[in-house]
T-cell receptor, first 114, second 116 residues
């Protein structure tokens, strides 16, 4: 079975602060990893994804994530957050043999103070 | 390309009724998955369809069912609605080829179902 754990339920930062959101997963095979963002009133949007290759992946809006296989982690980072980054962030895992099923973490609500 | 569309966007039903939600995937996508999103349980996988066949199923009761048509559009049905079925129902499509699952799911805006 696949599972995802997000470390922080709610994070509050000031603009220009650096961001790191933790994500750990459990799955006994090859995984695909994703970070999605849900802005207030909007639908889930893909931030970035990891399938294979370079473990440091870059996504939209200056976000990046690092896959550390030995730690089963896929943490999301951004060097300097903006007020517009206020949103809920979801880490998701999809097993390479698991058709169409992504397992999501509980989400982290990020509030950026101007 | 147009994104994933879901209709209706909002629904209000009463306990015991049934409801049908519709999802049109991104053009060319053959895989459609459904998720339920609630504040308490987060995002939970319901089922996935590929080429009109259910390929994967989550842990939901049999009151939740779905189907997919030849044009890849999908519907999900919930019968005998309960208060706890109030949720945002999300549809996601992907370009799964059927032999490899290294694909990305793209989500629609969801249907907000309220059960009174």
């Amino acid at each position: 079975a696949q599972s995802v754990s997000q470390h922080n339920h709610h994070v509050i930062l000031s603009e220009a602060a650096s961001l790191e959101l933790g994500c750990n997963y459990s799955y006994g095979g090859t995984v695909n990893l994703f970070w999605y963002v849900q802005y207030p009133g909007q639908h889930l949007q893909l931030l970035l994804k990891y399938f294979s290759g370079d473990p440091l992946v870059k996504g939209i809006k200056g976000f990046e994530a690092e896959f550390i296989k030995s730690k089963f982690s896929f943490n999301l980072r951004k060097p300097s957050v903006q007020w517009s980054d206020t949103a809920e962030y979801f880490c998701a895992v999809k097993g390479n043999t698991n058709a169409g099923k992504s397992t999501f973490g509980d989400g982290t609500t990020l509030t950026v103070k101007p | 390309k147009a994104g994933v569309t879901q209709t209706p966007r909002y629904l209000i039903k009463t306990r015991g009724q049934q409801v049908t939600l519709s999802c049109s995937p991104i053009s060319g996508h053959r895989s459609v998955s459904w998720y339920q999103q609630t504040p308490g349980q987060g995002l939970q996988f319901l089922f996935e369809y590929f080429s009109e066949t259910q390929r994967n199923k989550g842990n939901f009761p049999g009151r939740f069912s779905g189907r997919q048509f030849s044009n890849s559009r999908s519907e999900m049905n919930v019968s005998t609605l309960e208060l706890g079925d109030s949720a945002l129902y999300l549809c996601a499509s992907s370009s799964s080829t059927g032999t490899s699952y290294t694909d990305t799911q793209y989500f629609g805006p969801g249907t907000r179902l309220t059960v009174l």
